[in-house]
């Protein structure tokens, strides 16, 4: 029996540059002053998080400091030889209500 194929919808991926373009074309501000303006944004939001802080957009989601704690982990090509993890802080992120059931429309 054959198995169907698959066809995946090749999505793009969204960068600083496309951002800018579109605060370009919607709003008439120079590419310039778009990109100073968004890096300002960034700057804000890695600062906050940096200091341990978290960062809130309403209907968008959450961004959030979490620590993981170290754990001992294995070398799957020689599992006899363990090796500790060490605890590190990393960005999660919590998508808000809205911005869920707006994925799952599409």
Sequence with gaps: MKK??????KMKTLNK?????EINKQTGITQPKAME?????????ADCLSNGGHVEFRDFGVFELAVRQSRVGRNPNKPEETVVIPTRKVVKFKPSKKLKELVLES
């Excluded at 540059?17 to 373009?21: A, F, Q």
């Design 37 to 45: 303006a968004l890096q300002i944004v960034l700057d804000s939001i």
């Design 4 to 9: 169907k194929a698959t066809t995946k919808k």
């Design 17 to 21: 540059r496309d951002i800018v373009l």
